[in-house]
């Protein structure tokens, strides 16, 4: 091979290099300044199947009443939670699991949910998600402000300090909570719901009825929920995404010697 040939194949393979490692630090500055951004780029890891009851998923109960076991009802697509058709409850019923996640180095969380019936009002819900859990205890009230509540009509923040008017349903709606440098950032469907500053996190999560409370103080309409879940996974920190920087750049690198020194060889 001459001179020119070796040196125009060269400039190929840096070229190529050289794009290659622009469009991964491309995904990396995103990743990191970005709400919303890595959550959607990298697989999640699964912390929910349908069709297997939380408790053998490494989730525990939050259940004064000892109602857990008849209100989830696993399915191969979906899992059912229904307090709604129970007596009035004189607590929570929350499924938690430390997941060892923090609202300042960042996490993003994604669950498949269509809710059958529920009611709410400020603090409470019948169909929630926690991100920041007290394991063991009723909410406190950073907590409640930051939780995620769904109505029939509408999804909204705990404290009701913003709402997002859709039909929860109709159909199993994606939800992605994205939380970054103490900011949160909730989508419907890959659409931006809602937002808010978000206080530092226990590190562990919830989902169920919040409530042992009755809607404008008739006992006769208590806060319950009826709801189904299709999964839920989560993506711990983007700074992780680091961790794999080296074995990338390395592969590159061997890229690079090997195509360099094919072409040195060859004559």
Known sequence: MDSRHRYNTSRLVKKNLVSIAAALAGLITVSFSTPGAFGSALAGQTILLPNTAPGAQGWSAFDPDGVANTVITPGPTA???DTWNQPDLGAAVLFYRSLGISSQTGFSIEFSLQVHRSRYDAFDGGVVFVPSFASGQHLLVEERNAM???????ITWGDLSQAYLMNT???FHT???DVLNGFGSLYVDDALALQRAFPNTTGTVAFGDQSNDFLNGNVATPIQGDFALGYITY???PSTIALFLPGLF???WKTRCRTFGGVARRK
């Open 235 to 237: 993506v711990p920190e």
């Open 148 to 154: 995620i509540v769904w109505a029939e009509d509408r």
């Open 79 to 81: 899992m059912r939670m």
């Open 250 to 252: 390395a592969m590159l």
């Open 169 to 171: 349903t109709n159909a």
């Open 175 to 177: 939800y992605r909570l």
